[in-house]
């Protein structure tokens, strides 16, 4: 086996450490860098990288590796933070992970490696890279463990970034990755898995939004056009939202669509123009479901979009692959259709291709048609 300098992006989390174990017991000169992204409000309950940084050189003094702080704060509130509000205050919901793997880990980060001498990088991500001897090209897999899948989130990396790129417990299960952590000795082997983004962490995310972006109240109308309630402005809602409305036990016209005074309520539309947040009752109600998207801004991982035909595709994470047939008019654009109609397909969310374990890309959901 061919011995690289390889520089592993280590989090604090178990993935990052077992992933930096794996690599230097294959005989590679491991270094450790801990990305710090977010400055504001750091010293908070709700987000403090220090821990995190606390965690991982706890890792790397065990695994027995350098590790060096590098901040990425600026890069991060420049290409992800600014992109972030500009969807919300559009009425949109992107998801800030996707561009920070994009433009962050994958560009700043590697840039960084690359300057202090790294061949590769390495992370604890949930997905494989393979090399097609036939095109010459780096696909991106699915990780063998199913349920932690990571690929979605990385489907923006080109192949510049693949050919970089290691994610060895992608070749695992989770069950795996922990019993490694143990048998290692590794502090973090039982520490709780990271959920959400960073800089919010786990506070209310409307009182985070509420400090950047303004509000404007409006209506909540049901199917019929009926006024039920007030909302505290589009920005803050998302489609398929069952929580935080504020008219549960108001009951449906006629229990329309099997609606009842039991059944819940769910964002289905947002109208930006008329700032009125639509909801309907029933998790199946077809404003709900969507035949069709169309998607823009798309990246593909072998640099070009595949041939138009039928693929899977998702267009939420932890969604199980959906059938569906794929065109593309432009490369930077694409239409899917699918065999069944999709719950909640909500723009500024990415639709994700995929042929069998490959993923091929994807774009941002631009619109979506509903079956009324």
Same mark, same amino acid.
């Given at each position: ?17 077992v992933t930096a174990h794996l690599l230097k017991k294959q005989g590679h000169e491991v270094v450790g860098i801990f990305m710090k992204n977010w400055? =504001? ?8 990288? $220090? ?6 050189a706890a890792v790397a003094d065990v695994v027995g590796i350098e590790i060096e702080h590098v901040n990425f704060a600026a890069d991060y509130k =420049? ?5 972030? #509000? ?14 920070? $793997? ?15 001498? *790294? ?7 949930? &997905?494989?890279?393979?090399? +097609?001897? &036939?095109?010459?090209? %780096? ?6 463990? +199913? ?14 970034? #693949? ?17 490694? *952590? ?10 709780? =898995? ?13 009182? /985070? @939004? ?8 409006? !209506?909540?109308? =049901? ?21 935080? @409305? ?15 005074? %039991?059944? !819940?309520? /769910? ?7 008329? $700032?009125? @947040?639509?909801?309907?009752?029933? %998790?199946?109600? !077809? ?8 998607? &823009? ?8 979009? !595949?041939? *138009? ?10 969604? &199980?692959?959906? %059938? ?13 259709? /699918?065999?069944?109609s999709q719950w909640a397909v909500t723009p500024g969310q990415s639709a994700v291709l995929y042929d069998g374990e490959v993923c091929l890309g ?11």
């Open positions: 086996m061919q011995h690289h300098r390889i520089v592993v992006g280590l989090s604090g989390g178990v993935d990052s450490a400055e =504001d409000d750091d010293d908070s309950e709700f987000c403090s990288s $220090n821990i995190d940084f606390v965690d991982a =420049d290409r992800v933070f600014a992109e972030f #509000l500009r969807e919300y205050q559009a009425g949109r919901t992107p998801n800030p992970d996707i561009l920070c $793997n994009a433009e962050i880990k994958f560009k700043s980060f590697l840039d960084h490696a690359l300057q202090v001498g *790294a061949e590769k990088i390495a992370t604890g991500h949930y &997905a494989r890279v393979r090399l +097609n001897e &036939a095109t010459g090209l %780096h696909e991106l897999l699915k990780g063998l463990d +199913n349920s932690k899948d990571q690929s979605y989130f990385l489907h923006r990396l080109n192949q510049a970034q #693949l050919s970089k790129t290691l994610f060895p417990v992608g070749e695992l299960l989770k069950t795996q990755v922990r019993q490694i *952590a143990e048998e290692i000795g590794l502090p973090n082997a039982k520490k709780k =898995d990271s959920t959400g983004i960073c800089f919010i962490g786990e506070r209310p995310f409307r009182d /985070f @939004l509420n400090r950047y972006i303004s509000k404007e109240p409006g !209506p909540i109308k =049901d199917a019929t056009g009926r006024t039920i309630g007030k909302h505290v402005g589009l920005s803050f809602y998302t489609l398929g939202q069952r929580q935080g @409305l504020g008219i549960g036990g108001i009951k449906a016209k006629g229990a329309q669509r099997g609606g009842g005074e %039991h059944t !819940p309520w /769910f964002v289905a539309r947002k109208d930006m123009a008329q $700032n009125i @947040l639509w909801v309907v009752q029933g %998790h199946d109600h !077809p404003w709900l479901l969507s035949p069709q998207l169309e998607a &823009a801004d798309a990246s593909w991982c072998s640099g070009s979009a !595949p041939t *138009a035909g039928l693929y899977a595709a998702k267009t939420r994470y932890r969604q &199980a692959d959906a %059938h569906c047939a794929f065109t593309s008019p432009h490369a930077t654009e694409f239409a899917l259709s /699918f065999d069944e994807g774009g941002v959901i631009n619109s979506a048609v509903t079956l009324t």
